[in-house]
């Protein structure tokens, strides 16, 4: 019997998961950095997210994927990042340039 960590659709899905529970961690950031008074939790929070974003990118196949409801979930998935990280950047106040 397969154990849950060597089921084949929790290894592709893995990098997935990963990128939503640090899209999670965005919900307490903004009061907990502004009581604090800690605008770098929002930069480490920033950099954690793209690494986070960077795995998964690299690790899934996502205009490649047959099955077109979870392209298409994948593709929300990066829309919800991008929007992340923009209110991240706005937290911040200062403007993320169009490409790098």
Do not use: Q
Not at 18 to 41: D, R
């Amino acid at each position: 019997m397969k154990t849950p960590r060597s089921s084949p659709w929790l290894l592709k899905e893995r990098r997935a998961l990963a990128l939503l529970l640090a899209l999670l961690l965005l919900l307490p950031l903004p009061a907990f950095a502004a009581e604090e008074i800690a605008p770098h939790k929002v930069c480490a929070y920033i950099y954690d997210l793209a690494n986070a974003f960077n795995h998964f990118y690299h690790e899934t196949k996502i205009l490649g994927e047959e099955d077109a409801v979870r392209r298409e979930s994948l593709i929300a998935l990066l829309a919800l990042t991008r929007d992340v990280l923009e209110t991240c950047i706005d937290l911040l106040g200062f403007e993320a340039p169009e490409k790098m």
